[in-house]
């Protein structure tokens, strides 16, 4: 599928952001709460992968290179 484009720090903070982001969607009642659902979803998707398609757009790869 993609290759591997994220490092270890990446995939941390990606999957802290993605739980932030669902724990205010089920606690928040505004119209931005499907927003922040999308962010979750896509951060803890893109952590659990270890790629990021806009990275590998990029260039950017935050990956240690053995």
Do not use: E, H
Not at 29 to 43: E, F, N, P, Q, T
Request: glycine residues 10%; aromatic residues 8%; contains cysteine.
């Amino acid at each position: 599928m993609f290759a591997k484009n994220m490092g270890q720090t990446d995939r941390i903070v990606r999957t802290v952001v993605g739980v932030i982001a669902l724990i205010l969607f089920f606690t928040m009642a505004s119209g931005l709460k499907w927003l922040a659902l999308v962010v979750g979803i896509v951060m803890l998707a893109t952590a659990a992968m270890g790629s990021c398609p806009p990275y590998q757009l990029l260039g950017i790869n935050t990956c240690r290179r053995d």
